[in-house]
């Protein structure tokens, strides 16, 4: 969706970017795994361009992409965490992860104070800045060593 300003009214213009085929298709579980990690392969693969890196939650979809970016990329991968504590869950997986695919590792300590002295930018970026206040957090340390993010 897009909002378009005509005759001095702005309007809601949708436009259809593509056509997903979900047909049902019988395949097996091997196949299905198969095809899911060649997908995953390309699509990442077709986003290293410029600096990439990886913003690395220490969960699994972030991990992934993080170990497949890896085999691809022609320089060692960056990856960031932002955390309020080194010591939480989340923080020592994405630590592990990104000592298994030797990546340069940030991790961003945030403090309450850091996100409430954002907060009139970021609520100026964002409409409802809900999750993205840590988005933008770990998204303008990044931009210090990267172009692109996953």
Same mark, same amino acid.
């Given at each position: 969706?897009?909002?378009?300003?005509?005759?001095?009214?702005?309007?809601?213009?949708?436009?259809?970017?593509?056509?997903?085929?979900?047909?049902?298709?019988?395949?097996?579980?091997?196949? %299905? #795994?198969?095809?899911?990690? /060649?997908?995953?392969?390309?699509?990442?693969?077709? !986003?290293?361009?410029?600096? &990439?890196?990886?913003?690395?939650?220490?969960?699994?979809?972030?991990?992934?992409?993080?170990?497949?970016?890896?085999?691809?990329?022609?320089?060692?991968?960056?990856?960031?965490?932002?955390?309020?504590?080194?010591?939480?869950?989340? %923080? #020592?997986?994405?630590?592990? /992860?990104?000592?298994?695919?030797?990546?340069?590792? !940030?991790?961003?300590?945030? &403090?309450?104070?850091?996100?409430?002295?954002?907060?009139?930018?970021?609520?100026?970026?964002?409409?409802?800045?809900?999750?993205?206040?840590?988005?933008?957090?770990?998204?303008?340390?990044?931009?210090?060593?990267?172009?692109?993010?996953?």
């Amino acid at each position: 969706m897009t909002v378009v300003k005509r005759d001095n009214l702005l309007q809601i213009e949708t436009k259809k970017y593509a056509i997903i085929d979900a047909t049902p298709r019988k395949i097996s579980e091997k196949e %299905a #795994v198969e095809k899911l990690r /060649v997908l995953l392969a390309e699509s990442v693969r077709n !986003t290293l361009f410029a600096k &990439t890196g990886v913003f690395l939650s220490g969960g699994v979809d972030s991990s992934v992409v993080a170990s497949i970016a890896c085999q691809y990329s022609a320089e060692p991968l960056e990856t960031f965490t932002l955390t309020d504590d080194v010591n939480n869950a989340d %923080a #020592v997986y994405a630590r592990f /992860v990104a000592q298994q695919i030797n990546s340069n590792h !940030t991790e961003i300590i945030t &403090t309450l104070e850091d996100q409430i002295s954002k907060l009139p930018y970021m609520i100026y970026l964002a409409e409802m800045p809900g999750k993205r206040g840590a988005t933008f957090l770990i998204a303008e340390k990044a931009k210090e060593k990267i172009k692109v993010a996953l």
